[in-house]
């Protein structure tokens, strides 16, 4: 079965910048979908960026312009660089990978932005 690897999180001030990486066990290839999502302490879990087969990206309102979503296939990873992180960015972000033999999700990994 497909597994997906969050890595990259960790405790980082406001304004500060931290790359998270998503490794998975299968090769991209066809057409899928690579998205973030994140999910805060009391909160439903959101959807931050997608990432296309195609290379076309989506983003949440609240992360535009702070947030890039990119791939590399030949690494069968998926990135989310994040350039002046808030407070409010504070949650467990999750990789999900949607392709036609299924969906799947990482387990997550914890940013925190804090002074």
């Known amino acids: 079965q497909v597994q997906l690897v969050e890595s990259g999180g960790g405790l980082v001030q406001p304004g500060g910048s931290l790359r998270l990486s998503c490794a998975a066990s299968?090769?991209?290839?066809?057409?899928?979908?690579m998205g973030w999502y994140r999910q805060a302490p009391g909160k439903q879990r959101e959807l931050v960026a997608t990432?296309?087969?195609?290379?076309?990206?989506n983003y949440a309102d609240s992360v535009k312009g702070r947030f890039t979503i990119s791939k590399n296939n030949a690494k069968n990873a998926v990135y989310l660089q994040m350039n002046s992180l808030k407070p409010e960015d504070t949650a467990i972000y999750y990789c999900?990978?949607?392709?036609?033999?299924?969906?799947?999700w990482g387990q997550g990994t914890q940013v925190t932005v804090s002074s």
């Open positions: 999900k990978m949607v392709y036609s033999r299924g969906v799947h």
């Open positions: 299968e090769s991209l290839f066809g057409t899928y979908v």
């Open positions: 990432i296309t087969s195609g290379d076309s990206t």
